[in-house]
């Protein structure tokens, strides 16, 4: 592959260097070396022969197969499923970009906007959105590796966006670290251990969430909580024990004075007879020697501070409240945390998609005018609910058509108008409003100090 930039050789160095020539010889910061072989500027320090390594991610501490393992943790796995449902319930439209949409006439239906909604509602061609979505999700919460394949017809145009699984893709680099441009070949397919497949950035979107630039390959919630998720396993192994096999002896047995090893042992082994026996036996009245004493232990907590800081950690790197893994927390607690959740979780999730979506439409579909747009999924509580939809109708941000059509209900007559409500009554916003009207003998507002309207 060429070069995408050119040598400097180190003549070009020539009045630069001669800037660095000391003054006097006295405390000098001295020359720098000069390069032996200039090359470009690399953008990553890749590994010597990466290109020839067919194992995707074989550079990573931690591989596909060890991040697929991790994420089916029980608390990494409802986290992931959790972070699939907000973005699930959120509505979505295309519709012009707010530069545009004043240039356009009023009232005037874009038939673009259809067509790009009949494609996406199955990206596949078969799958619905939304289940089409959690599949992309899986792999950008557990890999940070979601990969979409762009099918086209004969002719290039695309048909069909399939979801690809991430841990297949390797990704290839030229000489100075940078992804290959179309039609070079920028990754690789690889099935059971053979280079399947080359794609260019014309056949794949790879679009991790979380790249960093000292690596090839992203850096999900799942790798970056490895150390957590081990202690997490290890405890959830030993709570498991507690219930099957049993992990501590519930006490001591003394036996009386006197007794050697042999003896010991024929009693230990005739009480673990009796006792791994039928169960309803462990009930019954149990003979032992004369001056045996028993001395229990105390059993380990099976939930304790430890496992809600472990259920923290989890939560917080997938932008989650940890409200239902931990103490009962007062209501405003509870509602910060869930306001810091769609600030730190689904918004960027979603941002992500759409800043996909947004390249589609502008390169695939040719209409850069238009936008993805997310919409407000709705509070759960019908009275909040009931409450937003009144505010929206009130100052014009929402038509009756539009409330009633997210409640079932058919529309009405004029419900397709947008009203602002003013203490007079409802105002079309086709009209002027009372209160923006000038006042009588042509005076305008009164302005008090600093020119504010008063």
Not at 101 to 123: E, G, H, M
Not at 266 to 288: E, H, I, Y
């Amino acid at each position: 592959m060429p070069p995408t930039g050119g040598l400097r050789t180190s003549m070009s160095f020539g009045p630069v260097r001669a800037a660095f020539q000391p003054v006097t010889g006295v405390f000098s910061p001295g020359l720098p070396l000069s390069p032996p072989d200039p090359q470009p500027v690399r953008a990553l320090d890749f590994n010597v022969g990466v290109n020839t390594v067919w194992t995707p991610r074989a550079d990573a501490p931690f591989g596909f197969a060890e991040l697929r393992a991790f994420s089916n943790v029980e608390p990494v796995r409802l986290a992931i499923e959790t972070c699939k449902d907000q973005i699930e319930r959120l509505g979505w439209a295309i519709k012009p970009r707010r530069e545009t949409q004043n240039a356009a006439p009023a009232n005037a239906p874009d038939p673009r906007i259809a067509a790009l909604q009949q494609f996406f509602c199955k990206p596949d061609g078969v799958t619905p959105f939304a289940t089409w979505l959690r599949l992309a999700l899986e792999d950008l919460l557990a890999l940070d590796a979601p990969a979409f394949e762009l099918r086209r017809d004969r002719t290039g145009r695309l048909i069909g966006l399939d979801v690809i699984p991430g841990d297949t893709i390797k990704l290839l680099v030229d000489e100075t670290g940078r992804r290959p441009q179309a039609p070079l070949p920028a990754y690789q397919q690889v099935i059971k251990g053979m280079v399947w497949a080359d794609l260019s950035t014309d056949d794949l979107i790879y679009a991790p969430r979380n790249p960093r630039p000292n690596r090839l390959y992203g850096f999900g919630p799942v790798e970056q909580i490895i150390v957590t998720l081990n202690t997490v396993l290890r405890r959830q192994t030993a709570q498991l024990g507690y219930f099957t096999d049993g992990n501590v002896p519930a006490g001591l047995l003394n036996v009386p004075a006197g007794w050697g090893p042999d003896a010991i042992r024929t009693m230990q082994d005739a009480w673990d007879a009796r006792m791994t026996g039928d169960p309803t036996g462990k009930s019954k009245l149990q003979w032992v020697p004369a001056e045996t004493r028993y001395q229990p232990f105390k059993d380990s907590p099976l939930k304790d501070d430890f496992d809600e800081w472990l259920a923290r950690i989890v939560c917080y790197a997938f932008g989650l409240p940890p409200t239902p893994f931990i103490k009962q927390m007062n209501r405003s607690t509870a509602d910060s945390d869930a306001d810091r959740t769609t600030a730190e979780g689904v918004q960027p999730r979603a941002l992500w998609w759409k800043r996909i979506a947004d390249g589609l439409l502008a390169t695939e579909f040719n209409a850069p005018d238009l936008e993805w747009s997310w919409l407000d999924a709705g509070d759960v509580d019908p009275l909040v609910q009931a409450q937003i939809d009144d505010l929206c109708l009130k100052n014009g941000s929402a038509l009756i058509d539009e409330v009633r059509s997210r409640r079932g209900l058919p529309p009405i007559p004029g419900g397709d108008v947008a009203r602002v409500y003013t203490a007079t009554g409802a105002v079309p916003l086709e009209s002027k409003p009372p209160s923006l009207l000038p006042q009588s003998g042509g005076r305008g507002p009164r302005r008090g100090e600093g020119g504010m309207a008063l």
